[in-house]
């Protein structure tokens, strides 16, 4: 390990006069050098990421500056949630301010997870003349977001972040000599040991922690499509290092903003995709499954990559880097590959074969819970590759499974649900979990997809269902790299919640966080004749077709 010195609570100026307070990590040595900027609202001195640690970035020989963002912990100022454009004129000012430090030989990074990246692309939207590159990790782009919701709400995700904040814009009120009334301690308390309480308040938009003296959160907020991160083509102009998982709840906009970039002709658009959830914690464990010590951060060196990519376009190394690196569950080995999906791979739609319809009643004051998969663990979920068999007691979901694989199978590359659905109501929610069915009955899900009804024809526009009348949806399920292994079974899980992961759709088309106790909807899948079909991409070309029948149904 390299010397180095740890300067605390450097005082970075604002263009409005607001000081943000930060850490500067840097080598002990007497040339300048380039530098990592990392921007936290969750606490300068608690950053400690896998993917890459200042730790990490300073005995690379770089340096690294560990920012509380604006009104968050040590700095000044006022925060107000999803600010997107203050982070990005407040990122573009610290980065000019550490190019001008004698310390600094000019150029800058930036990396971090989750809202360290979306800071890092709002950032990027600027320009400042000095950034050189970013790494955002876990990260999503707006127009990703309503693809990977289909037009719901991530509702533990939001209320849990609620939760969370609400505790340190308590301790400001305390502080600034304006304590709360002791009924909006208690709320805020509970809800921060369990945020379940604010889920589940009907109707939920007028769940009390919103009606708060001065909160700065409001439920419209939260909903608000224009309050989300930037759109992934404006950041296409600079070197990126996409860094994702496949059980994070940003799956899809991780591999569309490399896509995208890519498209445009940048080769410096980098991704890296490992079978990680949504964590700063990167093990080799997830949900009920141990994908091997060479899927954690530290067995698949995630950090050396990062700084292999730094050295590259902050340092002007010449240095060969993989267009893609990702990890295939189940053969739990890295691969590389210079495109995605990779260039080997083949298009095959699995027929969902039945009597003709499936159906299940879905009531949305009793809605199918969340069961693993790409959630988030803030308020007591858990995240990953759990088994689908607790549901089995319910009877508000169907599943079709295959025959049992006689050979490995590969799916690599990007799941689609082609249905046709009808339901009793003039608004529901179709989701769709891709399954692997273990020899001894285990069902884990490989990846998901939703879409709320209205918005069958496009996030743009609402249009009710027609009562019985059969529709043809399209449902993205993200991209997914997972070897089905010989004895398992490919299958496919139609439901119509996933709470509290998502928001239950009260089947009427109200407005998010509007109604009680909702419609009960019955809700079908016609399985006839090709009327439904899942499009999955596999490795090593064409396959004989593969046809999925009604098992482990609960209707």
């Not at 009390?208 to 700065?216: A, E, R």
Request: glycine share 10%; with cysteine; proline share 8%.
């Amino acid at each position: 390990m390299k010397r180095f010195i740890v300067e605390k609570d450097v005082s970075i100026p604002m263009r409005d006069g607001i000081r943000l307070k930060a850490d500067l990590w840097r080598p002990d040595v007497e040339q300048p050098v380039a530098t990592i900027l990392y921007r936290t609202p969750y606490d300068r001195a608690a950053l400690n990421p896998d993917f890459l640690r200042p730790q990490d970035a300073v005995n690379a020989g770089f340096a690294a500056v560990v920012q509380d963002t604006r009104g968050r912990f040590g700095s000044e100022g006022s925060w107000k949630p999803l600010m997107w454009d203050q982070e990005g004129d407040d990122g573009y000012d610290s980065v000019e301010w550490i190019a001008r430090q004698d310390w600094s030989s000019g150029p800058v990074g930036m990396a971090g997870p989750s809202y360290l990246g979306i800071a890092q692309l709002m950032a990027a939207a600027r320009k400042p003349p000095h950034l050189k590159a970013i790494a955002p990790a876990l990260t999503t782009s707006r127009d990703f977001e309503l693809i990977e919701m289909g037009g719901g709400m991530r509702l533990d995700h939001l209320l849990s972040w609620v939760a969370f904040m609400a505790v340190d814009w308590m301790r400001r009120q305390q502080e600034s000599g304006a304590p709360l009334p002791p009924d909006a301690v208690k709320l805020i308390a509970q809800a921060a040991l369990d945020p379940r309480i604010l889920m589940d308040h009907r109707p939920l938009r007028d769940c009390p922690i919103f009606g708060l003296p001065g909160f700065p959160i409001g439920f419209d907020e939260l909903v608000d499509p224009d309050g989300g991160a930037p759109i992934a083509a404006e950041i296409a102009d600079i070197p990126t290092l996409h860094v994702g998982g496949w059980y994070d709840i940003f799956a899809q906009a991780s591999i569309g903003m490399f896509q995208r970039q890519r498209d445009a002709g940048r080769t410096d658009a980098h991704l890296i995709m490992g079978c990680w959830t949504h964590s700063g914690s990167l093990g080799q464990q997830h949900g009920e499954v141990n994908f091997g010590v060479m899927a954690s951060a530290g067995g698949s060196r995630l950090a050396d990559r990062h700084i292999a990519f730094f050295r590259r376009y902050l340092e002007g190394a010449e240095i060969a880097l993989p267009a893609v690196q990702y990890f295939l569950a189940n053969a739990n080995e890295w691969r590389a590959a210079e495109a995605w999906p990779t260039p080997d791979t083949a298009i095959l739609d699995l027929e969902l074969s039945g009597t003709g319809k499936q159906e299940y009643d879905y009531d949305p004051s009793d809605p199918t819970p969340t069961v693993g998969g790409r959630t988030l663990y803030l308020g007591g979920l858990a995240m990953g590759p759990i088994d689908q068999r607790k549901l089995d007691a319910r009877h508000d979901f169907v599943r079709y499974v295959a025959e049992a694989c006689d050979e490995p199978v590969d799916l690599i590359g990007p799941v689609t649900a082609n249905l046709t659905v009808s339901t009793s109501a003039i608004d529901t929610d179709f989701i769709c979990k891709l399954v692997d069915v273990s020899p001894d009955g285990t069902i884990l899900p490989i990846c998901e997809g939703t879409l709320r009804l209205r918005y069958r024809n496009g996030f743009d526009r609402e249009l009710p269902a027609e009562p019985g009348v059969p529709v043809s949806i399209g449902i993205p399920m993200g991209h997914t790299a997972w070897r089905v292994l010989p004895g398992h079974r490919i299958g496919i899980q139609i439901q119509s919640a996933n709470y509290p992961h998502l928001d239950p759709n009260m089947n009427e088309m109200s407005r998010p966080g509007e109604g009680a106790g909702g419609t009960i909807a019955r809700n079908g899948i016609s399985d006839h004749h090709g009327a439904s079909t899942i499009r999955v991409t596999l490795a090593g070309g064409a396959r004989p077709p593969i046809i999925l029948r009604p098992g482990g149904t609960a209707s």
